[in-house]
């Protein structure tokens, strides 16, 4: 049918669990083969958890200091040179996927399939629309490659047990020298990645303070999971933006998701439907956020988070 390549996420030498759900969505496609790369200044231990990925047949490596930070300006003409010769370029709908495959498909000459949650055909893909409440399929091309971001909380991770051989790719394309990596200012955490988590816990306004998320903070690290946020909490100046779950923050799909002092707006909702187990807890009974919850807890959230800690104690 075809052959994909996907773009390896990684960070500090580790592989994103998103590059697995990338490959979950390119085996929807049953292409003739799937391979990764891996564009890295030391690629070597990415690409090797990069080969354990089930249904992969290779993994190229691009080696250059160049890509020793994700520049989407500078990776882009390398996954493009590399693109020739695949009928589909994957990467995911993150915060990296959703900077540099536009690029990439720019450089192709292409429209990006953005989100793709289902596969309808090789050049048919279902994707969200209207902030989630709509699905739309849309259709690319068949005569030219298709460039598209895969919406990670729409698929599985795939299995681990493969054996993909490992190959350094030969890359011809001309690095921009406009863009160059100046530094990094991102907010520091030893709890885990919001995006990737299994359990989260997210506050919204009615936690009523930066200090007062303090709770949330205990309460989540009590559970090992992530701190997440309403767009309220944060526009509040609660916590810092990059914890913001929902349309205009992050799209997640956690286990369990549990929601303290969030009333339930769509916008938040759009960014939760995944998740696998919703637990609410509001002090208004009538809050929206009841209609979507598995569990819901009516009281006042100072009261009963310290009590469900000494329970978990
Ligand atoms: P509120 O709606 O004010 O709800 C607070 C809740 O806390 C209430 O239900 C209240 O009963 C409860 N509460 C208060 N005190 C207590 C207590 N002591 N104990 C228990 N419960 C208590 N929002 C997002 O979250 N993410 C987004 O990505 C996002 N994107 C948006 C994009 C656009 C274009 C627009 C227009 C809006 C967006 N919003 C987003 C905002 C969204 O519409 C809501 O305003 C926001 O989600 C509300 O946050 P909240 O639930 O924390 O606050």
Redesign the pocket.
């Known amino acids: 049918m075809g052959k994909v390549l996907i773009v390896a996420e990684h960070l500090d030498g580790k592989l994103n669990a998103s590059t697995a759900k990338c490959v979950s969505a390119a085996q929807a496609l049953k292409p003739d083969s799937i391979d990764i790369v891996v564009l890295a200044a030391d690629p070597a231990g990415v690409a090797a958890e990069a080969a354990q990925i089930a249904g992969v047949a290779n993994v190229l490596t691009v080696a250059n200091a160049a890509n020793a930070n994700a520049i989407a300006q500078v990776l882009a003409p390398q996954v493009a040179a590399l693109a020739k010769g695949y009928t589909h370029v994957f990467g995911p709908s993150t915060t990296f996927g959703k900077d540099l495959m536009p690029c990439v498909a720019a450089l192709l000459g292409v429209a990006q399939v953005s989100d793709v949650m289902a596969v309808e055909g090789t050049h048919a893909f279902k994707r969200p629309i209207y902030a989630g409440n709509a699905i739309i399929t849309v259709e690319a091309p068949a005569d030219h490659a298709v460039v598209a971001t895969v919406r990670t909380a729409s698929w599985p991770e795939a299995a681990r047990g493969g054996s993909a051989a490992v190959e350094a790719a030969d890359v011809d394309a001309a690095l921009p020298s406009h863009t160059r990596y100046i530094g990094l200012a991102a907010g520091k955490s030893d709890r885990p990645d919001l995006q990737s988590a299994r359990r989260v816990v997210s506050g919204?306004?009615?936690v009523?303070s930066k200090e007062n998320f303090e709770i949330i903070y205990k309460f989540a690290d009590k559970l090992g999971a992530a701190v997440g946020a309403?767009?309220?909490?944060v526009d509040a100046g609660y916590v810092p933006n990059e914890l913001?779950?929902?349309?205009?923050?992050k799209i997640i799909a956690p286990e369990l998701y549990i929601a303290v002092?969030?009333?339930?707006?769509i916008?938040?909702l759009t960014?939760i439907k995944d998740a696998g187990t919703i637990v609410a807890?509001?002090?208004?009974g009538d809050?929206p956020i009841f209609e979507i919850a598995d569990v819901g807890l009516v009281?006042?959230?100072?009261q009963l988070l310290p009590e469900l800690e000494q329970a978990l104690s």
């Open positions: 919204g306004r009615g009523g309403s767009r309220a909490a913001q779950v929902g349309q205009t923050g002092g969030i009333s339930g707006a916008q938040h960014g807890i509001n002090k208004d809050a009281g006042d959230l100072f």
